[in-house]
């Protein structure tokens, strides 16, 4: 049942971040990961989904902006493309990434390609950016507060991965180094927004709908992966045999 009073603004903010019990650090396959349970092919495939998710974050900022009147609020979110593209002479957040899949054996131009990327993946992520096009910019605001809980699961990467997946260069772990500190700085601005614009009790649970989207776009993703790597049940794994079906 919806709540008739606002929440003060503390309790706002803490139930906000109640809901990192329903981030994807949680999930089945992220969990195996951290347990060093997953095979070579396993975390490649992951770091080659989570690829078209990384190269989709600038896009969906970029919506934002678009959406956005305020000129030094774009001020400060312009950033957030920037540590992704990068800029003339430095490299961004993509570009580390792509060492990452290097750093796994993965084929730079098979990554770029987007070869293995997941139709579940890819419809995740596309529905990620089209709510950010269609929406506020206040409310896309608030749905990148998964932030607040990524410098966890960040930590966890650069303690764990040395120790569980030896075989990953070691430079393949810069883009979760580079990403903790981002992460606190972004979280800083996109909360503050948010608790300043949803003040009323159908707003601040509209907030948190929208946060619980996104962390069904999270969530979604791995599900995918998960069908197709640990269950080894990929799309059409049943019927891309059948030559009838196939070109039906």
Not at 44 to 51: E, L, P
Not at 56 to 75: G, V
Not at 194 to 205: P, V
């Amino acid at each position: 049942m919806t709540h008739s009073t606002p929440w003060p603004r503390d309790e706002f903010e803490q139930r906000l971040r109640a809901l990192g019990n329903r981030y994807h650090i949680h999930h089945p396959f992220q969990v195996m990961m951290h347990n060093g349970e997953l095979s070579r092919e396993q975390i490649q495939g992951w770091v080659a989904n989570r690829f078209y998710y990384q190269i989709s974050i600038p896009r969906k900022d970029a919506n934002f902006l678009a959406n956005c009147p305020d000129r030094l609020i774009r001020q400060q979110w312009i950033q957030r493309i920037l540590d992704h593209d990068g800029t003339d002479g430095g490299e961004g957040g993509i570009e580390v990434w792509l060492r990452l899949a290097e750093a796994t054996g993965l084929n730079r131009d098979d990554v770029l390609d987007q070869k293995m990327v997941l139709p579940g993946v890819r419809f995740a992520v596309d529905a990620y950016i089209n709510f950010v096009r269609n929406h506020s910019w206040q409310e896309s605001a608030c749905s990148s507060l998964t932030e607040m809980f990524a410098p966890t699961i960040h930590k966890q990467r650069i303690s764990s991965w040395p120790d569980k997946y030896p075989w990953i260069d070691s430079q393949g772990l810069d883009y979760f180094k580079n990403r903790i500190k981002e992460a606190h700085r972004d979280v800083e601005h996109g909360l503050a927004l948010t608790l300043d614009y949803f003040a009323t009790a159908e707003q601040q649970q509209r907030a948190l709908d929208i946060l619980q989207f996104k962390l069904d776009v999270l969530w979604t993703m791995l599900d995918a992966m998960h069908m197709a790597y640990i269950n080894d049940m990929p799309p059409y794994f049943n019927v891309a045999n059948d030559s009838a079906q196939v070109n039906a």
